[in-house]
């Protein structure tokens, strides 16, 4: 019998840990190397964080596109069709490393670490009054399985944690809010602010004046979700006027950013290289082997996004 065809295209290096996860846990599937014509292109399932263009044409008998990652907003979905599945990546890993970048970037912003490099760099010693925990109110939004995570996280250092997403969520010991109505209530209760929502067309540009005033003065942001949700001159603004007191953002609007964007060389402001998370190629291998097989049962493909949702 011919095995189901998946063709891998992303990074050679992490595909010899693919390709040996494959052949010693899935002899039933054959993972190929992506080419723009022959055994790949003829391919059912992908798995790529860079599709080829024109994928639809490149692939015409393609049915799955698994995404290496766990946000899908780069991939050309409205150019598919509607049969074609788009997957998220979901592994304990990528979860895990998601989880200590918020923590370290809420506990950076907490403890004032913005501030005392400042203050290093030019030679002081300001300490400033340490604040409990309990009284470092934040507020995440999206609470899909990285925010419920991180929530949770930073429930276990005692912070008061609200989460705030687009449908309604409920977790256990967590103010959870949802919808548009809700969001000027959730900001006002929210010290420090972490982004991990998707990027969709209702949550570009999210991050903007009008949200940031909504904010109490002072307000610290985390941004691991993508460049897009913030506008970048408000988000600068609000730095400069204080009513943002520091940000730690992992991603940017362009990235690389040209060396001399003003976020960058901002004093209150920590920019990492979108580092925050990684998929790990062994969890990710085996997601993407359950996945094939629950699509030749004909049953669903765990993680599929829903299309009409773009997450
Ligand atoms: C990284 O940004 C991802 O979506 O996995």
Redesign the pocket.
């Known amino acids: 019998m011919t095995r189901p065809v998946i063709a891998y295209k992303s990074d050679p290096v992490r595909g010899a840990v693919w390709h040996d996860i494959f052949a010693r846990e899935a002899p039933d599937l054959r993972l190929v190397d992506w080419t723009p014509d022959g055994e790949a292109a003829a391919a059912p399932y992908l798995v790529a964080w860079t599709p080829p263009p024109d994928l639809a044409r490149a692939m015409p008998r393609l049915q799955a596109l698994f995404c290496i990652?766990?946000?899908i907003d780069h991939l050309p979905v409205h150019e598919l069709p509607q049969t074609v599945q788009v997957v998220r990546?979901v592994d304990p890993n990528?979860t895990a490393s998601m989880v200590e970048y918020v923590v370290m970037a809420v506990l950076a912003l907490h403890r004032d670490l913005p501030f005392y490099r400042t203050e290093q760099a030019a030679g002081r010693w300001t300490p400033r009054p340490v604040r409990p925990a309990t009284e470092r109110r934040i507020g995440l939004m999206g609470l899909g399985v990285l925010g419920q995570a991180a929530a949770r996280a930073l429930s276990g250092f005692g912070f008061p944690v609200r989460g705030w997403s687009a449908s309604p969520k409920s977790l256990d010991g967590i103010e959870t809010f949802a919808g548009d109505a809700t969001l000027s209530h959730f900001l006002s209760g929210t010290d420090i602010l972490i982004c991990l929502l998707p990027l969709t067309p209702a949550t570009r540009g999210l991050l903007n004046r009008d949200l940031f005033a909504r904010l109490p003065s002072g307000a610290g942001l985390v941004n691991a979700g993508r460049g897009g949700h913030a506008v970048e001159a408000d988000l600068l603004a609000a730095l400069d006027s204080g009513q943002l007191s520091g940000a730690i953002l992992d991603v940017l609007a362009t990235e690389p950013p040209p060396a001399d964007h003003p976020l960058l060389a901002h004093p209150r402001v920590v920019v990492t290289p979108?580092v925050a998370?990684?998929?790990q190629p062994a969890g990710a291998a085996r997601q993407v082997i359950q996945g094939v097989r629950a699509h030749l049962r004909g049953e669903p493909i765990a993680h599929a996004i829903d299309r009409s949702q773009g997450y």
């Open positions: 990652g766990a946000g990546m990528l979108h998370s990684a998929t």
